[in-house]
């Protein structure tokens, strides 16, 4: 049996992310959006794995760019934000697509307001990591490399 190889991975980032290291850094640290692209580009060359990132404020956008990666993309890494709450579209398009995906959170939102307690997209989702900053963009990548 082939052992499929992750290779390509498409990094989602939803609303409010652009705004890292502005937007409350008490909870989301001082790296900016740039800093966290940057990390991940280099982690990825690291591990021999490719990288694109994408960063919406719009939940339509965001589900375009799932499906678009039906076919080019052996993983997905999302953190859909506070679109993690609301959203069955995000859900039903990584459900439709079937790409080994990661729920990343920068913040541990178990340990945060009662809404947050809710991920619509976790039951599409391999595994979810809360807590760990930007790292955990890092966890889970190496995740998908590991485990899908």
């Avoid at 409010?16 to 991940?40: A, F, H, S, V, W």
Wanted: hydrophobic content about 35%; some cysteine; aromatic content about 6%.
């Amino acid at each position: 049996m082939k052992v499929k190889t992750i290779k390509k991975i498409l990094v989602i980032n939803g609303p409010n992310l652009n705004m890292l290291g502005i937007r409350e850094p008490d909870i989301y640290g001082r790296e900016t959006y740039q800093g966290l692209c940057d990390k991940i580009i280099r982690h990825c060359e690291t591990v021999g794995a490719e990288a694109e990132l994408y960063q919406s404020n719009h939940e339509g956008d965001l589900v375009d760019k799932i499906q678009s990666a039906y076919g080019k993309f052996d993983g997905i890494v999302i953190n859909p934000a506070a679109y993690t709450h609301t959203s069955v579209a995000l859900l039903d398009a990584l459900k439709a697509v079937g790409i080994p995906t990661v729920e990343v959170h920068i913040s541990d939102v178990s340990s945060r307001e009662d809404f947050r307690q809710v991920s619509y997209v976790r039951s599409a989702c391999m595994k979810t990591i809360c807590g760990h900053g930007t790292d955990g963009y890092i966890e889970a990548i190496d995740f998908l490399i590991d485990n899908a």
